[in-house]
């Protein structure tokens, strides 16, 4: 028996990164798949690759900012599996921009894409994630809502997805559906993280005390976790996946700092 043997997931933002992987090992785990992304075709190969080891897994364009949208992929689900009981809230995007330098536009795109967007799954999921019986909902936050980062508006948006998680999870509770956030930090390997300036990359690898980035594998096998019945008991948290970054990176650092004082690399102020 696969651990999400007999469920079916509906997954944002798959074409990629951790969208995509989330679907590989929820179909090797024997859950049925409805990928999505912006573009569905950008999500052929996965359903192939998916499809040529025994997956079950339809995909469908699902701008997650546009509500008719996600009313089609919720029928689409139904029709193609008659049931959902997972939703993954994984599309996002960043803006790069301080509060000084943002543009009106980026910001509403960003707050649309991170959090409007995840408003209208839940909103959407939830009734038929009731009709089967009840579930789990995972929203892919950050680091950058547990702490300060560079980009106003991702910060605000992952924050607010944090909040959004815990105030769902009491809302949804009487249904039978739990609701949790990850908060990963650096994931190498993504579009998202490739964009990244090469020093911005290295500051980054730098301040984590695991001293890397995570693979996108290993946000999965959290998501697969908190998305399986392995954890009931589990709603309205918010995990971290980070390499103690949001433990103590400035307790880490610090202790660099020390050491390069003390080595006479950096001169004190
Ligand atoms: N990579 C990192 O370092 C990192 C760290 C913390 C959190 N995250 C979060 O993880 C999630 C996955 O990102 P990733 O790292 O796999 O990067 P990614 O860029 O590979 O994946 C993001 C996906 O979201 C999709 N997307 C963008 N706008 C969309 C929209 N309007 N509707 C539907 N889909 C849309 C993109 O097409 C893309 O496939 C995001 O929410 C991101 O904020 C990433």
New binding site residues.
Partial sequence: MGRLENKVALI????????AEYARHFAREGCAVVV????GE?LADLVDAIRASGGRIVATS????LEAQWAEAMALAKRAFGQLHVLVN?????SRQGVDATLLESWHRTID??LT?PMLGIKHAAPLMRESGGGSIVN?????GLTAHPDAA?CSS?WGLRGLTKMAAIEYADWGIRVNSIH?????D????SKLAAESAEAGRLAIPARR?AR?SECADLVLFLASDESTYITGSEIAIDGGYSAGAPMFLRGKLRDLLASGKLDGP
């Fill in positions: 944002t933002g798959a074409a990629g990164g951790q969208g999505t992304d912006v573009e950008s699902l701008d997650v900012r994984n599309a996002g995007t960043i894409v991170n967007g892919v936050s950050s680091t950058a991702y992952k990963p930090g650096q994931v190498v993504t579009k998202i993280y980035g996108p």
